[in-house]
Nanobody
């Protein structure tokens, strides 16, 4: 099992930037694909981005060109750099870990989840 703790959320104006972090402990971080998901009020949890063990990434169309997922295996930390934020990016953002090393976009493909961090984009 992997323990995941997100940080970096907050309130930001539209057009601004935030960087989320996810500290992992437990199972070998470097061997696991990792992902970010988000859930807005009244909506289902949706895929944001994923990164495989070797750094290959997969992004949702809604965030392509604006968000960048990355990982630092030496620090057991996952990141999500969010630029050009929009009102519709407001959500609770969750970090998740797979048992497999390859990226995936389905929430059922992930075994461990963090508690989430709130991101609020204001006009």
């Amino acid at each position: 099992q992997v323990q995941l703790v997100e940080s970096g959320g907050g309130l930001v104006q539209a057009g601004g930037s935030l960087r989320l972090s996810c500290a992992a402990s437990g199972r070998t971080f470097s061997e696991s694909a990792m992902g970010w998901f988000r859930q807005a009020p009244g909506k289902e949890r949706e895929f944001v981005a994923s990164i495989s063990w070797n750094g290959d990434t997969l992004d949702a169309n809604s965030v392509k060109g604006r968000f960048t997922i990355s990982r630092d295996n030496a620090k057991n930390t996952l990141y999500l750099q969010m630029n050009s934020l929009k009102l519709e990016d407001t959500a609770v953002y969750y970090c998740a870990a797979r048992l497999a090393p390859w990226s995936a976009s389905g929430s059922r493909d992930y075994h461990d989840w963090g508690q989430g961090t709130q991101v609020t984009v204001s006009s």
